[in-house]
């Protein structure tokens, strides 16, 4: 059973920086792609930034050039690096693992709260 525990998140103010890490633990397929996602209040989450193990990223139009997804030379964990942050970026932010291995199959972190505020 894989595990995911995210750290990093806190209260930051407008144009400041945070990251954020997700470690990954257990039995994880080598085809993998991890990456974050956000929820805001009363919106749907939505993805900020995933990474393959091949090492391909994706963002959202909404973060490019400002945020930053890593991953360690393990591949067992995750950073996003976030840069000028907006009042926006308020969200608790989810690490997911999805593997491709017959199918696909999702893992999901309990989430980090990053607040932006003045």
């Known amino acids: 059973q894989v595990q995911l525990v995210e750290s990093g998140g806190g209260l930051v103010q407008p144009g400041g920086s945070l990251r954020l890490s997700c470690a990954a633990s257990?039995?994880?397929?080598?085809?993998?792609?991890m990456g974050w996602y956000r929820q805001a209040p009363g919106n749907q989450r939505e993805l900020v930034a995933h990474m393959t193990s091949g090492g391909t990223t994706t963002y959202a139009d909404s973060v490019k050039g400002r945020f930053t997804i890593s991953r360690d030379n393990a591949k067992t964990t995750v950073y996003l690096h976030m840069n000028s942050l907006k009042p926006d970026d308020t969200a608790l932010y989810y690490c997911?693992?999805?593997?491709?291995?017959?199918?696909?199959?999702?893992?999901w972190g309990r989430g980090t709260q990053v607040t932006v505020s003045a």
């Open positions: 997911n693992l999805k593997e491709f291995r017959y199918g696909t199959k999702d893992y």
């Open positions: 257990g039995s994880i397929f080598r085809l993998n792609r």
